[in-house]
């Protein structure tokens, strides 16, 4: 193995005494180099493996978006899967003509929804977008996109792209958008690196972008999975809204939904062209394999793709800096909890060695947070922090979950306290140790495992500079308290904070068995309590009504044990039925 | 030299035509098949060169690999909640909780975190259903010291009276959380629906479990089955083997087998499934779905119907975007972010066939119907040729992905062990994957997978999701004539 000098820096690094000289810590060796159309290659050997885990980023995600068009970047990763002229269809010349074809009929569904959303402004549909309310020239355009899509399906390879890869051993390929980057990454057999390059570049040299449209249901239903049907999903995105003010980290990366329905093709064309063109891309790799070959295999391959005319446009929009303290208050399906977010500074700004290091003493079991919050106070089942800089700026997180009878109040005043700890007490030695320790440790813990270290330079690179990756550990062991209680002073202002609280929605907790059902089996209660809340969903009073007439009869069929529940079935119905003449659904 | 430049002058004009701006590289191969590779050197390691007895009978695995200063250790343990008294039950998992976090003899709970932390040791200890483990990570020049608190929690945990109070508060909040993700709700009332409310891999703890269970009860179950004669050691990285055999025989030795018989193999599930459909009400705009049955318990590893089943559950629905499951209700019908199959081979009890995925609420039925018909072609249709080679071809290619590291590699022939697996069971693995043929993988979907008698559970809004999708292409009516069980949601902390 070729890390620098390790045995030799043991005995130093690690005796865990004395604060460590930033020169002491381990260094990956990274070789670099660049082809003539701007593309990077970062590649790290590792003999003993048998694969070779590979990735590339794309310098783009939704920061890079405008309204309009937010979410395309992640979509554009799914669609990165999609195949090239030659992977994916057995007829690219009729797969071609099908897709023009297909856009013109898209072109006239998105003319239509342009009157949807006017009908919506002006209150005469409740949802542009419904099936409801779809007027009968849209379902025939969708009916006619249907068969085109079908003639398509006669002519494709269906995912191709990843047929040939799960085919040759490859595992583990995926790809992720964030608010700066995209990355794409899988492992291969050693002996199949080839492959990977046949692969990735086909891609990008002659991607096509076919089942647009059918991609477009599936991130809808990834955003229901992650924001819609989880605890707090929705008011995540809305604490992310509220938390930045001019600055596009905004809108969330899978996007506004209404944006997500109008993408057009030649809209996704236009961004391939400007952010994954080679000079905004990298590459790395990390396993079993020659640097030599690797340079030929890139420069024959990736060699092939022509750069850019221009560089992409740059982030030009900086956080504005925030006049008044805001506060979102929810209520869910959740734990009561707080959390306190301030702005403070993007990736590898002097300023987040000194955060990061902060976050090292609130953090952990033996962390102030836990020890103060959880152990000492018992008001809270779990706190703790996140040191958040990203590519064009930054946040830093406190945030705790109550235990009986606390509130996110008491978590607010406890958590601030903590801060005002920091800032106006001195920082013990020892403490300040345990963390630059525990930061040793993690830089040899977090070169275990090739893919891991795949994907730190790939962010790291993302982000803004691969290096950061042998500067960190460095540049955070020179940390004083000193530095410490200089951020803790300059970023921890109310007005420089979004503070969110969380309460428990009322009547979320399962009703206690009613009196009624007393002595019935078990089983039978609980298909009675489902009935019951099934009637309380039921928002059409004709149908309750219906109900209530059929019960009579029921009851006569009804298995005994069941009888006893008639009455309170009846007037569970009646109840709603009252709620809902009433206006008012609960 | 002629011919030469005919090659170039062919390649340069057909580069020119095609793509007027790339440079030109044309040897490259047109389709990836046309590639060719090296031979991959691989062989299978044979476990028992990593085993060791210690003189007290604990097997331990060691793999050494001296590139990075780090250690693994891991210990796995035949106990868990099968052994606690029924209205105890959590009693297993509060245990492996509270040995890490209620202190040793010498050591306060404050003391021995701060000692952790400041070592920057990861020591961990957990109580599961049938396995308890507890695992060590530490960089090498700390590793005396590391191993010191290690064994110190293993042999004398304080279960501190107070930290205990403060974890059981923990736990209740926790509890009451129970009901918030509907995936949660879907997992709990799955197992129930399987294995009835009162099977030891089923069941949960409730209040009054919590409640009931004491500081003597922890220190009890410790003394009981935290045991040497029940345990395997895996441990890899920067040692030296027989240097850290001397030191786990300083540790263990004076250590006898002698505590309570832990009843290996755990008791089997009596509960009766009851095939049908079952909801229960949530209020979010999908339909998070489980359909599936049980499948024979898997004691006889040589079996080559584990290969057959391995390379039919690729092909229909456990190879992401390559499987028929995915490739319809995802990439066809865009009716859901995942979906799939899986086909657990269990050592202990009945394992599971089980479909899943997460739609829309107007298309769950919709999407139930494809998994379902696919289920009922792989028993119909004996898979093409393609398939079953691009399946074989996966599993043998990606089989030395397994060994990739010293900790896989100590930690599979520890799994070994504790299965009670024979090593060889790895030298067989590949020779019959590649021996499987279309005809046994319709052989073993016939025998092992029941569409018919399935589990069909949701968590969503029924009254959305009984109706079916707005082209009428299904709806719930299809499946058990539209019957359906309501499941109310459970007290959080009685779970009832």
């Known amino acids: ?586 | 030299m002629k011919f030469s430049a005919v090659v170039l002058i062919l390649a340069c004009s057909a580069a020119t035509i095609a793509q007027p701006v790339a440079v030109t590289t044309s040897d490259l191969p047109e389709r990836p098949e046309q590639l060719v590779y090296d031979e991959l050197d691989f062989t299978v390691p044979d476990g028992n060169g990593f085993r060791h007895v210690l003189s007290n009978g604990v097997a331990v695995y060691i793999a050494e690999d001296h590139t990075f200063p780090l250690v693994s250790l891991r210990m796995t343990l035949r106990q868990g909640s099968y052994l606690e008294p029924a209205d105890k039950v959590g009693l297993a998992s509060l245990t492996g909780r509270m040995m890490r976090t209620g202190g040793t003899q010498s050591m306060t709970p404050e003391t021995f975190d701060e000692e952790t932390a400041f070592l920057a040791a990861n020591i961990s200890s957990s109580g599961g259903n049938a396995q308890a483990s507890a695992s060590l990570g530490c960089i090498t020049p700390q590793l005396d010291a590391c191993l010191g608190l290690f064994f110190e929690m293993l042999r004398t945990p304080r279960f501190d009276e107070s930290r205990l109070q403060i974890e059981k508060g923990n736990i209740l909040e926790s509890m009451r959380q129970r009901n918030d993700d509907a995936g949660d709700i879907l997992g709990r009332e799955w197992d129930f629906l399987l294995r009835g409310e009162d099977h030891y891999s089923s069941r949960r703890m409730t209040e009054a479990n919590l409640n009931a269970i004491s500081r003597a009860d922890l220190a009890d179950f410790h003394e009981k089955y935290w045991r040497p004669e029940n345990m395997v050691i895996a441990v890899s990285g920067d040692v030296d083997t027989n240097a850290f055999l001397a030191k786990l025989e300083e540790n263990l030795a004076d250590w006898p087998g002698e505590g309570a018989d832990a009843k290996w193999p755990p008791p089997q599930p009596t509960h009766t499934v009851k095939p049908g459909v079952y909801s229960v009400e949530k209020d979010i705009p999908q339909g998070k779905v489980l359909i599936g049955h049980l499948v024979p318990q898997w004691t006889d590893w040589d079996n080559p119907d584990r290969a057959a089943l391995q390379v039919m559950q690729h092909i229909l629905g456990g190879s992401g975007f390559t499987s028929r499951i995915m490739k319809r209700v995802r990439s066809d019908e865009g009716l859901a972010y995942s979906a799939g199959s899986r086909f657990s081979f269990d050592a202990l009890e009945p394992g599971t066939f089980t479909l899943s995925f997460q739609s829309k609420s107007p298309t769950v039925a919709l999407a139930a119907k494809i998994a379902i018909e696919e289920v009922t072609r792989i028993q119909t249709e004996p898979v093409t040729p393609e398939e079953l080679g691009v399946a074989k071809s996966a599993l043998v290619e990606t089989f030395p992905r397994r060994w990739e590291s010293a900790r896989q590699r100590a930690s599979i022939f520890a799994t070994d062990a504790y299965l009670g697996r024979s090593h060889s069971y790895w030298q067989n693995w590949r020779p019959q994957i590649e021996a499987v043929t279309a005809n046994d993988v319709l052989r073993v979907a016939k025998k092992y997978l029941s569409p018919e008698e399935i589990v069909f559970l949701v968590v969503g809004k029924w009254d959305e999701i009984a109706p079916g999708d707005a082209d009428d292409r299904a709806n719930m009516m299809e499946f058990f004539g539209g019957e359906v069980t309501h499941i109310p949601l459970r007290d959080p902390l009685t779970l009832k």
């Not at chain 1, 007829?91 to 949807?116: G, P």
């Not at chain 1, 990756?469 to 020179?478: C, D, F, G, Q």
């Not at chain 1, 039978?524 to 309750?544: E, H, K, P």
């Open chain 1, 1 to 586: 193995m070729t890390y620098r000098s390790l045995p030799a820096t043991l005995g130093v690094v690690l005796t865990l005494v004395a604060p460590s000289a930033a020169q002491d810590i381990t260094q990956v060796p990274v070789e670099t180099f660049e082809l003539s159309n701007g593309m990077n290659f970062l590649v790290v050997q590792r003999p003993e493996l048998t694969t070779v885990s590979a990735g590339w980023v794309a310098h783009v995600g939704s920061a890079n978006e405008r309204p309009g068009i937010t979410g395309i970047s992640h979509f554009f990763e799914h669609m990165m899967f999609k195949g090239s002229e030659t992977i994916g269809t057995t007829n690219i010349a009729e797969d071609t003509r099908i897709i023009e074809e297909q856009e013109k009929l898209q072109e006239q569904i998105r003319e239509i929804y342009r009157t949807q959303r006017e009908r919506y402004r002006l209150g005469e549909i409740e949802d542009a977008f419904s099936d409801d309310d779809r007027p009968p020239e849209l379902i025939e355009l969708q009916a006619r996109f249907t068969e085109l899509v079908e003639q398509q399906r006669q002519l494709m390879v269906k995912d191709e792209f990843d047929k040939i890869y799960t085919e040759s051993g490859a595992s583990g390929m995926n790809a992720f958008t964030n608010n700066d980057i995209t990355v794409y990454f899988i492992t291969v057999p050693a002996n199949k690196l080839e492959l990977w390059f046949w692969m990735e570049s086909e891609r990008l040299l002659r991607p096509v972008f076919r089942e647009f449209y059918s991609e477009r249901d599936v991130v809808h239903e990834e955003r229901r999975l992650r924001t819609e049907s989880t605890p707090t999903g929705e008011f995540d995105e809305l604490f992310e809204a509220m938390f930045w003010e001019s600055h596009p980290y905004s809108w969330p990366v899978v996007g506004w939904p209404s944006d997500l329905e109008v993408y057009t093709l030649a809209q996704a064309k236009e961004y391939f062209a400007t952010y994954y063109a080679p000079g905004n891309l990298t590459v790395a790799l990390v396993g079993n394999l020659d640097l030599e070959e690797a340079k030929d295999l890139a420069e024959r391959y990736f060699g092939r793709i022509p750069p850019a005319g221009s560089a992409p446009p740059d982030v030009v929009t900086l956080e504005m800096p925030q006049a008044a303290e805001k506060r979102m208050a929810a209520s869910c399906d959740c734990q009561p909890q707080i959390e306190l977010r301030y702005h403070t500074v993007p990736f590898r700004h002097r300023d987040s060695y000194a955060l990061d290091v902060l976050s090292g003493l609130l953090n952990g079991r033996s962390g102030r947070l836990y020890k103060s919050l959880v152990l000492e106070q018992e008001i809270a089942s779990d706190a703790g922090s996140f040191q958040d800089s990203r590519k064009w700026s930054g946040s830093f997180s406190l945030s705790a979950e109550t235990k009986g009878d606390a509130t996110p109040a008491d978590l607010e005043r406890a958590l601030e306290e903590q801060l005002r700890r920091i800032r106006e007490e001195p920082i013990p030695d020892r403490e300040l140790q345990k963390v630059k320790n525990q930061i040793t440790a993690s830089s040899y813990q977090r070169l275990a495992s090739g893919f891991f270290l795949l994907l730190q330079l790939l962010i790291y690179d993302g982000m803004g500079d691969w290096e950061y990756i042998n500067e960190w550990a460095a540049n955070t062991l020179n940390v004083t308290a000193a530095d410490v209680q200089r951020v803790a002073t300059a970023y921890f202002e109310p007005t420089n904070r979004a503070v969110a609280t969380y309460s428990r929605t009322e009547g979320a907790a399962p009703t206690v068995i009613p009196s009624e059902l007393e002595g019935l089996p078990s089983e039978v209660q609980r298909q009675i309590m489902g009935q019951l809340d099934q009637i309380r969903a039921v928002d059409d009073v004709n149908t309750l009504k219906g109900m209530l007439g059929q019960l009579p009869a029921q009851r006569e069929a009804a298995p005994p044990p069941f009888q006893k529940a008639f009455p309170l079935i009846e007037r569970t119905i009646e109840e709603r039925i009252t709620q809902l003449e009433e206006g008012g659904d609960a």
